[in-house]
């Protein structure tokens, strides 16, 4: 090509690129459809795309943001969550984005059910109820140990290419992960140490954000409302309708009873930043969807037993499965990651006094318990609120290198 060849091309790419940024910035509305692979296809952010296999059969997909050599973080979402809730706010207030910058190397989990990252199956289909059987069991089980291990496989073999000198062949220490997860993935986490206890080695730190795993007499709803909500689930199931909440579910409801959902939404999740944020994450066609009925039973069972126990199939399958009419509690006591814990004021479900009594219970592990310094901060504020960069991002990251560092101090708020 000639140099007036090469002149043109640039200046027709350049417009293309004006053209986007225009497009980015006058059509905000169109961004609540996307998903994460838009997200970071609009960056023009170097990314990769992994497709991992559960040993029980799930394909998932994992999205990466590659950092060569550099420490990898995992992120991980939570319940009805997927890897978007760590991209949709943009390169400026998106933890994923933030990372990156910062030079980690950055991976985003999509657990099973989640559309469209987690829903293929080497033999079923997810309109097969079959598919539908987990919760968050199998997320710690089985979902996990699959992508952390892939992780390992692939940053392994990336510094094994790039090895030199004698100390390609000194024995190395097992391949470490920075964990991040928001509500639902702590339990997926607790699952995982008390499973495969491998990977307390495996899992440098865990900073849990409004982490659910204590929620008996801390929930700031009432039975009431959580027998009305399982009604509803029961319904769901009845219709053979196994995906508790399909993508644009909540963005289709909400938009035609918005009192409704403005009423729910701050019973179960609590009061947002701010009021004209509060149903922010239903405008999102992706953000919060799918779910399996036994996801929702199985935090219902912890509610209601005030234990972290796996889930309670009734005392005849919990013979089969269990060799005992009960179902068994997970011996979270052994778990040795160091934790930081995460909450907001208003949480509903997450509350204050239930992440509390999380750190009382793994005295030896937590290292950190961190209120979000607002008045009001909801269960979803942790992904979608304005202030979600000052809040909450930038005193992770900065916990995360004081900790990389010995320098993390111990603070319980």
């Known amino acids: 090509m000639s140099g007036l060849g090469w002149i043109e091309a640039i200046k027709v790419m350049l417009i293309v690129c004006a053209i986007g940024r225009n497009a980015f910035a006058s059509q905000p509305e169109s961004r609540y459809k996307w998903t994460t692979m838009d997200w970071l296809e609009a960056q023009n952010v170097t990314h990769e795309v992994h497709n991992v296999t559960t040993a029980d059969g799930?394909?998932?997909?994992?999205?990466r943001l590659p950092r060569l050599g550099a420490k990898p973080v995992l992120l991980v979402h939570g319940l009805l969550g997927s890897s978007l809730g760590w991209v949709c706010l943009g390169p400026e207030r998106s933890l994923a984005f933030q990372l990156y910058k910062r030079e980690y190397d950055v991976w985003l989990a999509n657990l099973r059910g989640?559309?469209?990252?987690?829903?293929?199956?080497?033999?079923?289909?997810?309109?097969?109820?079959d598919f539908w059987h987990y919760s968050f069991h199998e997320h710690g089980a089985y979902d996990l140990p699959a992508i952390i291990d892939h992780m390992a496989e692939v940053t392994g073999g990336e510094q094994e290419d790039h090895k030199d000198g004698p100390e390609a062949?000194?024995?190395?220490?097992?391949?470490?992960?920075?964990?991040?997860?928001?509500?639902?993935?702590?339990?997926?986490?607790?699952?995982?140490c008390s499973v495969h206890p491998r990977f307390n080695q495996r899992i440098q730190l865990m900073q849990a954000l409004a982490p659910l795993a204590r929620l008996h007499r801390q929930v700031r709803f009432d039975s009431f409302q959580?027998?009305?909500?399982?009604?509803?689930?029961?319904?769901?199931?009845?219709?053979?309708?196994?995906?508790i909440f399909p993508p644009g579910y909540f963005r289709k409801i909400c938009q035609s009873k918005r009192d409704l959902c403005e009423y729910y939404t701050k019973q179960l999740a609590g009061s947002a930043q701010s009021n004209k944020k509060l149903l922010e994450p239903f405008n999102y066609e992706n953000l919060l969807q799918g779910g399996s009925a036994r996801e929702i039973k199985h935090l219902h069972q912890i509610w209601k037993s005030g234990d972290f126990i796996s889930y309670d199939f009734g005392p005849v399958e919990n013979m089969q499965i269990y060799h005992g009419v009960e179902a068994l509690s997970y011996n979270i006591s052994q778990i040795t990651v160091p934790i930081i814990l995460y909450f907001g004021e208003t949480d509903a479900i997450a509350t204050p006094e239930?992440?509390?009594?999380?750190?009382?219970?793994?005295?030896k592990s937590v290292k950190s318990v961190r209120r979000i310094n607002?008045?009001?901060?909801?269960?979803?504020?942790?992904?979608?609120?304005?202030?979600?960069?000052?809040?909450?991002?930038?005193?992770?990251?900065?916990?995360?290198?004081?900790?990389?560092?010995?320098?993390?101090?111990?603070?319980?708020e």
């Open 169 to 192: 062949d000194e024995e190395q220490m097992p391949h470490q992960v920075l964990l991040i997860g928001h509500s639902q993935a702590f339990n997926a986490f607790l699952v995982l």
């Open 226 to 243: 959580v027998r009305n909500f399982m009604k509803f689930i029961k319904k769901r199931q009845k219709s053979n309708k196994f995906e």
């Open 374 to 412: 607002s008045p009001k901060f909801n269960h979803f504020d942790f992904l979608i609120s304005n202030d979600v960069k000052g809040l909450v991002n930038d005193k992770l990251i900065e916990q995360m290198g004081q900790f990389l560092d010995g320098r993390l101090p111990y603070v319980i």
């Open 354 to 363: 239930g992440v509390h009594a999380i750190y009382a219970k793994m005295l």
């Open 58 to 63: 799930y394909q998932l997909q994992v999205q």
């Open 114 to 129: 989640v559309a469209p990252y987690g829903r293929q199956h080497i033999d079923l289909t997810d309109v097969m109820a």
